[in-house]
C-alpha cells in the first residue's frame, strides 16, 4: 500500500472563550494518498472547517490552537513545522480553496 500523501492523526482543536476551552475537533483521524480525494462531510459546526484551517494552520489567532495530534504531509509534521517551512509549503503544495456557503453546490 503507497504511503499517505496526507495523513491526519489523533488531531484535537480547540478555541479559548469566555466560559473556557472549547473543544472543535475531538481525535479526527484519517489519511489520503497521492491521486486519491478526501471528501469530508458533515453537519453546519461539527468540525469540518475548523479540520481545514488546522492542516493549514490558520486557525484564528490568540484565541485557536491544535491541542494535540499530528499532521504529516509527505511525513513531515505540519503542526511542529516552523513557520517559514510552512509558509514554502501553503499555496505551492498545500492548499485550502474557501468556498462561499451558499453556492458552493450550485
Same mark, same amino acid.
Do not use: Y
Given at each position: 500500500?503507497?504511503?499517505?500523501l @496526507?495523513?491526519?492523526? =489523533?488531531?484535537?482543536? $480547540?478555541?479559548?472563550?469566555?466560559?473556557g476551552?472549547?473543544?472543535? %475537533?475531538d481525535?479526527?483521524?484519517?489519511?489520503?494518498? $497521492? !491521486?486519491?480525494? /478526501?471528501g469530508?462531510?458533515?453537519?453546519?459546526?461539527?468540525g469540518?472547517s475548523?479540520? $481545514?484551517?488546522?492542516? =493549514?494552520?490558520?486557525l484564528?489567532?490568540?484565541?485557536?490552537r491544535? /491541542?494535540?495530534?499530528?499532521i @504529516?504531509?509527505?511525513g513531515?509534521? /505540519? %503542526?511542529?513545522?516552523?513557520?517559514?517551512? /510552512?509558509?514554502? @509549503?501553503? !499555496?505551492?503544495?498545500i !492548499?485550502?480553496?474557501?468556498?462561499?456557503?451558499?453556492? $458552493?453546490? =450550485?
Open positions: 500500500m503507497p504511503e499517505p @496526507l495523513q491526519v492523526e =489523533n488531531l484535537v482543536t $480547540a478555541f479559548q472563550t469566555d466560559s476551552l472549547m473543544t472543535a %475537533v481525535g479526527v483521524s484519517w489519511s489520503v494518498t $497521492a !491521486g486519491k480525494t /478526501l469530508i462531510v458533515g453537519e453546519s459546526g461539527c469540518k475548523v479540520t $481545514a484551517f488546522s492542516i =493549514n494552520r490558520l484564528p489567532q490568540p484565541h485557536g491544535i /491541542l494535540s495530534g499530528r @504529516l504531509f509527505e513531515r509534521d /505540519l %503542526v511542529t513545522m516552523p513557520d517559514e517551512e /510552512l509558509r514554502k @509549503l501553503r !499555496g505551492s503544495e !492548499g485550502m480553496i474557501f468556498q462561499e456557503p451558499m453556492t $458552493a453546490l =450550485n
